[in-house]
């Protein structure tokens, strides 16, 4: 069977709420568990920097097109073997949670930046799995690649300045 054919499971609103409450959830307790806060306020940042109300939206977005996208390549598992792009996805979803403890709890940008380019890493061969099972679901991913490419161009800006 053609991995980018008709063949998936049935819509499960089930297993797609837990998608989105595993991305949405588990981003927005990590943004509340280590809010950005007065440190962050008295770093130098580039003038390029998006003002603080556009990472809510921003993130909310970018994890509910994450989790549907994960959500679609669990629906083709009768059709493919989705274990590896899923296990990627895990581990993806599990650095990026990290990466705002790093960066907003501990204070440290350079450690953050490690983190966010091997999460980086992790999140094109995430998408890359991804086109093998599910086209759609590959370029669902694609906003978050680009976001996080940017998030990291910033990282890495934030820890050269300060």
């Known amino acids: 069977m053609h991995p980018h054919g008709d063949t998936q499971a049935p819509f499960n609103a089930g297993a797609l709420a837990l998608f989105l409450v595993a991305c949405i959830g588990g981003g927005a307790a990590s943004g509340l568990a280590t809010p950005p806060g007065e440190w962050y306020a008295s770093l130098a940042k580039p003038t390029w920097t998006p003002p603080g109300w556009v990472f809510g939206p921003a993130w909310t977005l970018l994890y509910t097109l994450m989790a549907v996208a994960a959500w679609q390549v669990w629906r083709r598992r009768a059709a493919t073997d989705v274990r590896m792009p899923l296990a990627l996805f895990a581990i993806q979803l599990a650095l990026n949670l990290a ?46 690649c680009a976001w996080v490419c940017f998030a990291t161009a910033l990282n890495w800006a934030i820890w050269q300045m300060n």
Do not use: H
């Open 99 to 144: 990466w705002t403890p790093l960066f907003f709890g501990m204070q440290r940008p350079g450690l953050a930046l490690a983190e966010i380019v091997l999460m980086l890493a992790v999140i094109l061969a995430t998408t890359a799995s991804f086109v093998r099972v599910s086209t759609t679901a590959a370029i669902l991913m694609l906003p978050y």
